[in-house]
């Protein structure tokens, strides 16, 4: 069966650090890969998505990046976070059939201070 | 832009009481659409989906939830709840053919013994 991993759970960083978050797949091969944020009292927005290595949709401009350096990892990342970024973080992924089932993993806490 | 709306922000019900969370959308063409929920602590998971055929689809945990393409809704229900529904449930919709996961902001119920 799949799996999908995000670590850490938790992170609290400084204004102005970098970030990195990363998310593994397993179980599966070619997966569709998404990055949501989860903001108090809004619904998830979608940040990012990825249909394979090396392709990246952005969905939302800000100062967050992602990268997909192997088929089933998906790493978001940022050069100097901002109070503004903190937030849950969830990663998903979906089989590449389009519209199909996005299934989360347990996410990430990030506060920025 | 495609949107989701989920009218109910917060609900609160005693044990056995029905229940019945609404969610529209605004899009005209075919959709895929979901409910999840999300347990304090746990993962977001998949409650039900709805991609063809019978308009009324059971979940889990005895869900139930009726997609009306006339009215654009696709409100969920469960005939007698459990304190252990106690949950944040979120609507999500899929246009059809797209990777994109357009997500409500989500309802939260208490249900108390």
């Known amino acids: 069966s799949q799996t999908i991993h995000q670590w850490p759970a938790t992170l609290v960083q400084p204004v102005g650090s970098p970030l990195s978050l990363e998310c593994t797949v397993e179980?599966?091969?070619?997966?569709?890969l998404y990055w949501y944020r989860q903001a108090a009292g809004r619904g998830l927005q979608l940040l990012f998505y990825?249909?394979?290595?090396?392709?990246i949709s952005s969905e939302v401009p800000q100062n967050l990046s992602a990268s997909r350096p192997q088929d089933r990892q998906f790493i978001l990342s940022s050069k100097k976070l901002l109070l503004s970024d903190s937030g849950f973080y969830l990663c998903?992924?979906?089989?590449?059939?389009?519209?199909?089932?996005?299934?989360f993993g347990p996410g990430t806490r990030l506060t920025v201070l | 832009a495609q949107s989701v709306s989920q009218h109910n922000h917060h609900v609160i019900l005693s044990e056995a009481a029905s229940l019945e969370l609404g969610c529209n959308y605004s899009?005209?063409?075919?959709?895929?659409l979901f409910w999840y929920v999300q347990y304090p602590g746990q993962h977001l998971q998949l409650l039900l989906k709805?991609?063809?055929?019978?308009?009324l689809v059971k979940g889990i945990k005895g869900f139930e939830a009726e997609f009306i393409k006339s009215k654009f809704s696709f409100n969920l229900r469960k005939p007698s709840v459990q304190w252990s529904d106690t949950a944040e449930y979120f609507c999500?919709?899929?246009?059809?053919?797209?990777?994109?996961?357009?997500f409500g902001t989500g309802t939260r119920l208490q249900v108390f013994p």
């Open positions: 998903a992924w979906s089989a590449t059939r389009a519209g199909d089932t996005q299934y």
């Open positions: 179980g599966t091969s070619n997966p569709n």
């Open positions: 990825s249909v394979g290595i090396g392709q």
């Open positions: 899009y005209g063409g075919t959709v895929n």
């Open positions: 709805y991609f063809s055929g019978d308009p």
């Open positions: 999500a919709v899929i246009v059809y053919n797209t990777d994109k996961l357009i």
